[in-house]
């Protein structure tokens, strides 16, 4: 049975697909939920499918808390869920492909720094693109840059409003990371 843990800074909606996909697994279990933000609400999901969670800081993250912690609780996969920090060289180093990573767009398409949440539907909506989609990636020490596992596309109508775009986005992200991270352990 691997271990997986979730880090998320915000609502956790993908979160929560993931645990509600794992919740009987005999292949993986969600052993924690960690956020940046102690009012994020992904911690309020965690306490609903009887997930352990901590929060910790930026400094915390930079300095090694967050890796001891990881390696305490035996953690086999690192999912990063909507996590809007930097991961460290150091940690990255102690889960070689092991540390997946969902961004919401069709990178190497509106990635980088500052692309997050609804920065990147409202660059695709700016920039009048057709289609736009979900990346999932391994993580690497730059933003965005890791080795493309997996990527879905949905159509992007001229009157869709960035928050349809979000919308649309979501949906595919519910539908397939579970899976997809499924299918890696
Ligand atoms: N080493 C890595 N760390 C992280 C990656 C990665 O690929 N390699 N992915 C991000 C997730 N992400 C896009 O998928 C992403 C998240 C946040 C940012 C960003 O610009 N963040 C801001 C800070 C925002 C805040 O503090 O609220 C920043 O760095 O200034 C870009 C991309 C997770 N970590
Ligand atoms: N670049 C990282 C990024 O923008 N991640 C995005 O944050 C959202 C988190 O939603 P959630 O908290 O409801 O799962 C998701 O759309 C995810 O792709």
Do not use: C
């Not at 990881?70 to 492909?97: H, N, Q, S, Y």
């Not at 990147?120 to 736009?132: I, L, N, Q, W």
């Not at 960035?162 to 986005?169: F, G, L």
């Amino acid at each position: 049975m691997k271990r997986l843990a979730i880090l998320a800074s915000g609502s956790g909606s993908n979160a929560e697909k993931i645990m509600e996909h794992f919740k009987n697994s005999e292949k993986g279990q969600i052993a924690l939920v960690a956020s940046n933000k102690a009012e994020a609400f992904v911690l309020e999901r965690a306490k609903k499918f009887n997930v352990s969670s901590f929060t910790f800081s930026k400094k915390e993250l930079e300095e090694g808390f967050l890796l001891e912690k990881l390696k305490t609780e035996k953690i086999d996969w690192v999912i990063l869920a909507g996590f809007l920090l930097k991961i460290p060289a150091e940690l990255i180093r102690a889960f070689p492909d092991r540390m997946v990573n969902i961004h919401p767009a069709l990178l190497p398409k509106y990635g980088g720094k500052g692309m997050y949440g609804a920065h990147v539907h409202e660059a695709v909506k700016a920039a009048g693109d057709s289609e736009t989609g979900i990346t999932i990636h391994l993580v690497n020490e730059n933003y965005d840059e890791g080795k493309i596992i997996f990527q879905a596309a949905t159509p992007v109508n001229p009157d869709d409003s960035p928050e349809d775009i979000a919308t649309k986005v979501h949906a595919l992200e519910h539908r397939y990371f579970p899976e997809v991270i499924d299918s890696l352990l």
